[in-house]
């Protein structure tokens, strides 16, 4: 496997045990795994990428994805947000792109990853992450669905929990969501996670836009496989990815 052009790609799944909404959603069981072992599973099948680690500071996590022989590194307690835990472990490793996959993405689709993949290698750009259009009211409304713009480039001009942009007038524009995964070269990796905290990043809680806000571009590609669930934030969430994979059986 290989991202193409001769260059490596590793993909990190940071993890943390106490989450705030649903502590220990790491290990809920889903079907008899551990969430992060779904996950994990499904960044494997990607074609473009040639090795994936889950990233932890807790060692309940450690032995969990050690029992179903998964990779994983213990990382340092001091990291203020997975992309500079991510950082670590990629400091580590012989790469040239590394990818960021939320551990509560049980129902990602590992064909968005090659695509996101692609784009970095192809594009020769230092950040990507992916989009997909969405027009149902509840989405558009919900702070909980994080709202991309871009330019006419494929660049994000702004990502914000309200809808963007207001379509005051009737022109047929696309609303994108943003999924939240990421593609960085690995140096500038290492530059994204020294950045100091930003206005809107800590405003809108949208880590991402620290980047744009220090002048960096980030690329925004439209995935043709979005994830098939939400993410799990809530109990409400694991519930309904329960019976959405009870469904794909």
Same mark, same amino acid.
């Given at each position: 496997?290989?991202?193409?052009?001769?260059?490596?790609?590793?993909?990190?799944?940071p993890?943390?045990?106490?989450a705030?909404?649903?502590?220990?959603?790491?290990?809920?069981?889903?079907?008899? $795994?551990?969430?992060?072992?779904?996950? @994990?599973?499904?960044?494997?099948?990607?074609?473009?990428?040639?090795?994936?680690?889950?990233?932890?500071?807790?060692?309940?996590?450690v032995?969990?994805?050690?029992?179903?022989?998964?990779? *994983?590194?213990?990382?340092?307690?001091? +990291?203020?947000?997975?992309?500079?835990?991510?950082?670590?472990?990629?400091?580590?490793?012989?790469?040239?792109?590394?990818?960021?996959?939320?551990?509560?993405?049980?129902?990602?689709?590992?064909?968005?990853l090659d695509?996101?993949?692609?784009?970095? *290698?192809?594009?020769?750009?230092?950040s990507?992450?992916?989009?997909?259009?969405?027009?149902?009211?509840?989405?558009?409304?919900?702070?909980? *669905?994080?709202?991309?713009?871009?330019?006419?480039?494929?660049?994000?001009?702004?990502?914000?929990?309200?809808?963007?942009?207001?379509?005051r007038?009737?022109?047929?524009?696309?609303? @994108?969501? +943003?999924?939240?995964?990421?593609?960085?070269? $690995?140096?500038?990796?290492?530059?994204?996670?020294?950045?100091?905290? %930003?206005?809107?990043?800590? %405003?809108?809680?949208?880590?991402?836009? $620290?980047?744009?806000?220090?002048? @960096?571009? #980030?690329?925004?590609?439209?995935?043709? @496989?979005?994830?098939?669930?939400?993410?799990?934030?809530?109990?409400?969430?694991?519930?309904?990815?329960?019976?959405?994979?009870?469904? #794909?059986?």
């Amino acid at each position: 496997m290989s991202g193409g052009a001769g260059k490596r790609v590793l993909a990190v799944i940071p993890c943390r045990y106490d989450a705030t909404r649903l502590p220990g959603k790491p290990l809920a069981d889903i079907h008899g $795994k551990p969430m992060i072992r779904h996950v @994990y599973e499904q960044a494997s099948r990607a074609e473009k990428i040639d090795d994936v680690i889950i990233a932890t500071d807790d060692q309940r996590i450690v032995d969990a994805v050690q029992a179903f022989g998964g990779r *994983v590194e213990l990382t340092s307690k001091e +990291h203020a947000n997975g992309t500079s835990r991510v950082a670590e472990v990629a400091a580590r490793s012989d790469c040239d792109y590394v990818l960021n996959i939320q551990g509560d993405e049980p129902l990602l689709d590992p064909r968005s990853l090659d695509e996101l993949i692609d784009g970095l *290698v192809r594009d020769g750009v230092k950040s990507a992450t992916l989009c997909c259009a969405v027009d149902d009211e509840a989405s558009l409304a919900s702070p909980a *669905v994080v709202k991309v713009a871009r330019n006419l480039a494929g660049d994000a001009l702004y990502f914000s929990r309200s809808q963007i942009p207001f379509v005051r007038n009737a022109t047929g524009i696309k609303i @994108y969501a +943003h999924i939240g995964i990421y593609g960085f070269e $690995k140096n500038f990796l290492a530059t994204v996670s020294r950045l100091a905290q %930003t206005p809107l990043a800590e %405003t809108e809680s949208l880590e991402q836009l $620290k980047i744009l806000e220090n002048g @960096y571009a #980030m690329r925004v590609i439209e995935t043709n @496989y979005p994830p098939r669930g939400p993410s799990v934030d809530t109990l409400e969430d694991l519930a309904r990815v329960i019976e959405i994979l009870a469904g #794909m059986v």
